[in-house]
């Protein structure tokens, strides 16, 4: 697997960040035969695709096609796999945009600019404990903790912070005869 460029990666952990995974604008600086290189490169690898720009909502335009319409770039769940996103966590990212306050969801495009890029790496302590909330049978906090080596404060504060608000993955927590508090990724929120 071909690993992104520090520019791809920037392109895609922002566009991670906005409303239906836009990938514009692109960072600053990048115009031009090097703009056209890079989403090239992307959209022939299948991070990026090309759709009709929904100019009623003021998406930025990648290209005009000639007939009064244009194109926008968005970034794929490959391309949002390739910087280390989990498809179930992508999916998550983007109904819970759909859910924001209006006046939050209305904002432009360059107010983006100043996001915070979501991406989870492969092979983190905090990718560790998405995958194992994702399991059928969940975790309990005792199995994160044994997993990670993290305390339990800091497993049940990764859950609370960084799992569901900063990401707003929809967890639940059951208590369980046999094993006590069983948190999951709660699937059906997220379909």
Same mark, same amino acid.
């Given at each position: 697997?071909?690993?992104?460029?520090?520019?791809?990666?920037?392109?895609?952990?922002? $566009?991670?960040t906005? &409303?239906?995974?836009?990938?514009?604008?692109l960072?600053?600086?990048?115009v031009? /035969?090097?703009?056209?290189?890079?989403?090239?490169?992307?959209?022939?690898?299948?991070?990026l695709e090309?759709?009709? $720009? =929904?100019?009623?909502?003021? #998406?930025?335009?990648?290209?005009?096609?000639g @007939?009064g319409h244009?194109?926008?770039?968005? /970034?794929? #769940?490959?391309?949002?796999? $390739?910087?280390?996103? #989990?498809?179930?966590?992508?999916?998550? %990212?983007?109904?819970?945009? =759909?859910?924001?306050?209006?006046?939050? !969801?209305?904002?432009? &495009? @360059?107010?983006? @600019? =100043?996001?915070?890029?979501? /991406?989870?790496?492969?092979g983190?302590?905090? $990718?560790?404990?998405?995958?194992?909330?994702?399991?059928? #049978?969940?975790?309990?906090?005792?199995?994160?903790?044994?997993?990670?080596?993290w %305390?339990?404060h800091?497993?049940?504060?990764?859950?609370?912070g !960084?799992?569901?608000?900063?990401?707003?993955?929809?967890i639940?927590?059951?208590? @369980?005869?046999?094993?006590?508090?069983?948190?999951?990724?709660?699937?059906?929120?997220?379909?």
């Amino acid at each position: 697997m071909t690993t992104p460029s520090d520019t791809q990666s920037l392109i895609l952990s922002r $566009a991670a960040t906005r &409303p239906g995974n836009l990938a514009l604008p692109l960072p600053e600086g990048l115009v031009g /035969a090097a703009a056209k290189m890079v989403v090239g490169k992307m959209i022939a690898r299948g991070w990026l695709e090309e759709v009709d $720009a =929904n100019l009623r909502r003021h #998406e930025p335009m990648w290209r005009e096609t000639g @007939d009064g319409h244009g194109t926008t770039l968005i /970034a794929t #769940e490959a391309g949002l796999e $390739a910087i280390g996103i #989990e498809p179930v966590v992508a999916i998550a %990212l983007a109904s819970a945009r =759909n859910a924001k306050p209006k006046q939050e !969801a209305e904002r432009t &495009p @360059d107010d983006t @600019d =100043n996001a915070t890029p979501v /991406a989870i790496r492969a092979g983190t302590k905090q $990718a560790q404990i998405i995958a194992m909330l994702q399991r059928p #049978e969940g975790a309990t906090v005792a199995e994160m903790v044994e997993a990670t080596g993290w %305390l339990a404060h800091t497993v049940r504060g990764s859950i609370s912070g !960084a799992l569901k608000k900063r990401l707003s993955l929809p967890i639940s927590a059951e208590k @369980d005869k046999g094993r006590g508090t069983v948190y999951r990724l709660v699937k059906e929120a997220i379909s």
